[in-house]
């Protein structure tokens, strides 16, 4: 079992690389080329606020569409590569001992991030995008980027920065929800090490579940006081252009 387990979970690690940008459509080649989505995201957003509604274009929608697809695939890949490192940690504890279900544990801790993280880009895929949004590349993209900071701090209202205030506020309001419920996880693991014991292993469990969920706890509380506050975080992208 541990010998089969072991080669589904190499494989899940080598799908997630490969296989979601083909599955998503392979819009931006078999391994989804960062430079392309980065260049497609400031182009479409210059052509966005170059429309005369200034709404998302045909082709920004595509992207974040595919953004939001891609993640999505990845969250799957994910969550099997988790149940399947959780069950070959169970095995190795039972067989092995606790130190090689240890370092299968850290591992499964690994998959937990990346579930978490995909969710968030899946649930808000615009302000994703917006992490590696790129500098201008000319004269009139770089004009965009301004007018875009300036309307965001003068508080005007536009389809397109709308669109960009509401991704980025469900974007961390995701992820307080994420990690506010890790918090709650830790904490009931530090219970459940104090009450089996007085041993310095158990202790040593105790003190480091609670500090991991008091640590995750913070995090829940800023994230959800930046949700609040989307609309100051945006003109952050647009930064180093202009006056």
């Known amino acids: 079992m541990r010998a089969g ?5 190499l494989i899940l690690v080598a799908g997630f690389f490969l296989a979601p940008a083909i599955l998503a459509g392979g819009d931006f080649g078999p391994l989804t080329d960062g430079h392309l989505v980065e260049a497609a ?10 429309t005369t509604d ?44 606790a130190a090689v279900a240890a370092i299968v544990a850290a591992f499964a801790l690994l998959a937990v991030l990346l579930v978490v993280v995909n969710i968030q880009a899946t649930t808000a895929p615009l302000a994703a995008l917006l992490q590696g949004l790129p500098p201008p590349d000319s004269t ?3 004009q965009a980027y301004l007018e875009i900071r300036q309307s965001l701090a003068a508080h005007r209202s536009a389809p397109i ?6 991704s980025v506020s469900r974007y961390h309001a995701v992820m307080s929800v994420e990690t506010a419920m890790l918090a709650v ?9 104090w009450k089996a014991g007085h041993r310095p292993r158990a202790w040593a469990w105790v003190m480091t579940s609670a500090l991991i969920g008091a640590g995750l706890t913070v995090v829940a509380v800023v994230t959800a006081r930046m949700s609040l506050g989307a609309a100051a975080l945006l003109p952050a992208y647009f930064t180093g252009v202009g006056g």
């Not at 995201?41 to 170059?50: G, N």
């Not at 799957?76 to 490192?85: D, F, G, K, N, Q």
């Not at 996880?185 to 090490?193: D, E, G, R, S, Y």
């Open 161 to 166: 920065l709308e669109a960009m205030t509401d």
């Open 5 to 9: 387990a072991t080669a589904t979970a």
């Open 41 to 50: 995201l400031r182009s479409e957003l210059v052509a966005s606020w170059r």
């Open 140 to 142: 009139g993209s770089a």
């Open 185 to 193: 996880v830790f904490m009931a693991c530090a219970v459940w090490a």
């Open 54 to 97: 200034q709404d998302m274009t045909a082709g920004l929608v595509h992207l974040v569409d595919y953004w939001r697809r891609y993640h999505a695939i990845k969250i799957a890949i994910a969550t099997a590569l988790l149940a399947v490192l959780v069950a070959l940690a169970t095995s190795c504890l039972r067989r092995n001992g």
